[in-house]
């Protein structure tokens, strides 16, 4: 995944949430969320239980509030202050709490995988000004906290006998931070416009390749996406929950699209694993020589 | 090959008849260096401006500038973002993108080339300055020179003709400073690219440019060869305190002989050998520390940021007198600001013990007694008008702000934003103990000798000053005891003269140059007040 070209990093995770979105069928919801999952395990985020366990307690959460809330359905468990607990309402909640997580995760995911430089990457083909805006934005954010942290530096040792109040510090400590940035500003623009800016010719520049495992990406997604589509058009997939759940008999329109969206978040996790593989493999290859 | 020929340039801004400059002409041929030298607001920086079409100030010009043969208002202004680049003082407000690679692609973009020739163009110019390794960080992690470097490559990325500098080194250390000025050097030498610079460090610039305009105080400008020029720099009071020792020394008994000036640390040896009799070998000295008792404290201070790094401070043990100046130097990441900000109670150190005043910091609150200036003296201004930063005291004895009552601190010039800074401390609060972080930074050697006169003020009307520094010169002028701060510990304190007559590299201009004639002499009013008493060789 983090191999992954920003394009074909795009394609794949709007025709993944995309499709997750649109179609309303248990079956789908599992692939989808035991994707995520496994996505999410294979980046190198920090203390990942901790994160997992979070996932899975909301998971748990959202699933039991539905029932509790919503009394629809025919087929009560049990009755709660008077009211219905149907079976109906929890199969309802733990399928869209199931899609709720599996968007959350692949969300979580994306973070990880579409850097600041992918992102800006996206942004600039079409918009360079706005990816140059957006970068700037970038570089500045760290430095205002700089400067910020000096400020407040400059206050805690020299006025520390001041009887400022804390929120009164914060916001003069703001109001300089933003006469700094503005005449700063001012220089910043100079080297810009020494630089070309105005001239326009816009566009930003390409870092990345786009290699074949991209090419097979790109062509997975929208074939996962174009077929979700047509499944959803021509055939009925999605699960009736009220007043009783009518599942519509297993076809091959479900069969083919959640295989197919096994297939584009599978093919990358394998992609990269092997590469990897490769990778560590030559490199101890030559240490042992 | 000439480049850039200015004829009879005059400038004065819209609204203002007052010119900045007049009449100032000036040439420049391929792989030249050319430094244009001013006191402040010679108009260096304007002049600069009026040479990159881009940047053109407002206001009404007559003249003309001649780029490669051709009046400079017919060249288009694609070719002069590409050719002509400016590079301004403070290296973080240049950098506009998030990361280096992008940095240096954005002059590329800019100007419509292809990807493959940024590219291209990113890999020579990364591996020309040593930047490879850097290309993926975010340019907010680099260190100044760092980023003052990533400035000069991303415009040398478009394969200018022309650099126009806007005093580059001015927040950089001694050490990245030089380094800049030899990357100079290196481009005018190897790629034939023409350099004019705006610039006060003339001891490391004097001896590799080719010409020199000086911009005088009365709108006049001279301009001519090194030799030519350095004689009226001498001569000027803006400019002299900024010239190396030698230099001055010759300034002071030019009217005596007709040599030539010297120039190099070299020249100036061989003056003062050939010149100038070494019968008296030291000044005597009188002022004494040693009765005087001891304000702050530090035992065996440690200090680490992380868990899995070296330590910073590493056992600082360190007694400073009441009433005196301590000077603390020492190369860029030693941990200098570190142990300001230790003293200063920022930062906790994790073993050691600081006394202030015979009491211990941990116990008690001592830190009323301390007064801390920061490196970035803009960090010290919260209001909008020099009288509300100074609660209306603008009279003091170390500046009359009257005249800018009401302008923006920012709007003064460093070594005034400086002064405010120290005034304000001394105004807010009645501590005793004054940490200043490089007070001169970015100062030319006039506003030095200012600076250098507040501390002593502060020292005579008994505060205890402790200043952290890279400008040895400032040092050499008001220090009472100086310490180098070298892998974590305070070593050799001692009194400048002692300090900077045994060190090699860490010295001043009037040690280097004063070695094995005299001992002890590490400033320059020393130096020609000992050159004084002496006298003339072959004069009776």
């Known amino acids: 995944m983090k191999r992954l070209h920003p394009i074909s990093l795009f394609a794949l995770y709007v025709s993944v949430l995309a499709s997750t979105m649109l179609v309303k069928n248990p079956v789908y919801s599992a692939v989808s969320l035991a994707g995520s999952v496994l996505i999410f395990m294979c980046t190198e985020i920090h203390s990942k239980f901790k994160e997992l366990s979070f996932y899975a307690l909301l998971f748990l959460i959202l699933s039991v509030v539905n029932p509790i809330f919503n009394h629809r359905g025919n087929t009560p468990m049990f009755f709660l202050n008077d009211k219905p607990v149907t079976f109906e309402a929890l199969f309802y909640g733990i399928n869209s709490s199931a899609v709720l997580l599996s968007v959350l995760l692949w969300c979580r995911t994306l973070s990880v995988y579409l850097t600041n430089d992918k992102l800006l990457y996206i942004i600039g083909r079409r918009f360079p000004k706005i990816a140059v805006l957006l970068s700037m934005v970038l570089r500045f954010i760290p430095d205002m906290m700089n400067q910020g942290k000096k400020y407040l530096e400059y206050k805690n040792v020299n006025e520390k006998n001041a009887d400022e109040l804390g929120v009164k510090k914060y916001a003069s400590v703001f109001s300089a931070l933003v006469t700094w940035s503005l005449e700063n500003g001012i220089e910043t623009a100079d080297s810009m416009k020494a630089r070309g800016f105005e001239l326009g010719a816009g566009k930003s520049a390409d870092f990345f390749s786009f290699r074949t495992e991209d090419a097979v990406t790109v062509l997975l997604s929208t074939v996962s996406f174009v077929m979700t589509c047509t499944v959803l058009y021509f055939s009925n997939v999605n699960v009736d929950f009220y007043p009783n759940i009518i599942i519509p008999k297993i076809g091959y329109g479900i069969i083919s699209i959640s295989l197919i969206l096994i297939a584009v978040y599978l093919f990358p996790v394998f992609f990269n694993f092997f590469i990897d593989k490769k990778r560590n493999r030559i490199i101890t290859e030559r240490k042992k020589i | 090959m000439n480049i850039l020929n200015v004829e009879n340039l005059s400038f004065s801004y819209a609204g203002c008849d007052k010119r900045i400059f007049n009449q100032v002409s000036f040439a420049a041929d391929e792989g030249e260096i050319l430094l244009i030298c001013g006191g402040t607001a010679s108009g260096k920086t304007t002049l600069l401006k009026c040479l990159k079409p881009e940047l053109s100030p407002y206001g009404k010009i007559s003249g003309k500038i001649m780029f490669m043969g051709n009046n400079i208002e017919n060249v288009s202004s694609n070719l002069t973002t590409a050719v002509i680049g400016y590079v301004m003082q403070r290296p973080e407000n240049q950098t506009v993108t998030h990361k280096v690679k992008n940095e240096l692609a954005f002059c590329g973009e800019n100007i419509g080339l292809s990807d493959a020739e940024i590219k291209r163009q990113i890999a020579e110019t990364a591996a020309y300055f040593g930047l490879e390794a850097l290309l993926e960080q975010e340019t907010s992690t680099l260190s100044g020179g760092q980023r003052q470097l990533l400035n000069l490559a991303a415009v040398l990325t478009v394969k200018p003709k022309l650099i126009l500098l806007d005093e580059p080194t001015s927040q950089l250390d001694p050490v990245a400073a030089g380094n800049f000025i030899g990357t100079l050097q290196r481009i005018t030498n190897e790629l034939g690219i023409t350099v004019i610079i705006a610039e006060h460090r003339f001891e490391q610039l004097l001896p590799i440019v080719d010409r020199i305009l000086m911009l005088k105080s009365d709108m006049q400008a001279v301009y001519g060869s090194v030799k030519e020029i350095a004689d009226k720099m001498i001569s000027s009071s803006e400019i002299s305190q900024s010239l190396p020792s030698w230099m001055r020394l010759y300034g002071q008994f030019r009217c005596k002989f007709n040599s030539s000036v010297p120039i190099t640390l070299s020249d100036g040896r061989n003056f003062i050998e050939n010149n100038i009799k070494n019968d008296i070998k030291e000044l005597k000295r009188t002022d004494c520390l040693m009765n005087k008792e001891i304000a702050v404290k530090l035992k065996d201070i440690c200090f680490a940021y992380e868990k899995n790094k070296n330590d910073v401070l590493n056992g600082v043990t360190l007694n400073i007198r009441s009433q005196s100046i301590f000077m603390i130097m020492g190369s860029n990441g030693s941990g200098k600001s570190t ?89 807010s609060n009645k501590s005793g103990i004054f940490l200043l972080d490089e007070p001169t930074k970015g100062l030319d050697g006039k506003m030095r000798q200012i600076i250098a006169e507040v501390v002593q003020k502060l020292k005579h009307s008994g505060k205890t000053v402790i200043a952290v520094t890279h400008d040895m010169e400032f040092a050499a002028m008001c220090a009472d005891e100086c310490g180098l701060l070298f892998n974590g510990e305070i070593i050799s304190v001692d009194t400048p003269q002692n300090f900077f007559s045994s060190n090699l590299y860490y010295t001043t201009s009037a040690a280097k140059v004063s070695c094995n004639f005299y001992n002890g002499i590490c400033n320059t009013d020393d130096l020609i007040k000992i050159c004084h008493i002496n006298g003339l060789k072959g004069v009776q």
């Open chain 2, 339 to 427: 142990l300001l900000s230790v003293i200063s109670g920022i930062l906790k150190p994790y073993r050691g013990k600081i006394t202030i005043d015979g009491k211990c910091i941990d116990k008690c609150k001592a830190f009323g007694s301390i007064s801390l200036l920061p490196q970035d003296v803009q960090t010290s201004f919260f209001c909008d008008t020099v009288k509300e930063e100074l609660n209306g005291n603008l009279k003091s004895d170390i500046y009359d702000f009257s005249l800018y009552a009401d302008t923006h601190p920012y709007d003064l010039s460093g070594g005034q934003q400086q002064l405010l800074a120290i005034e304000k401390l001394v105004n």
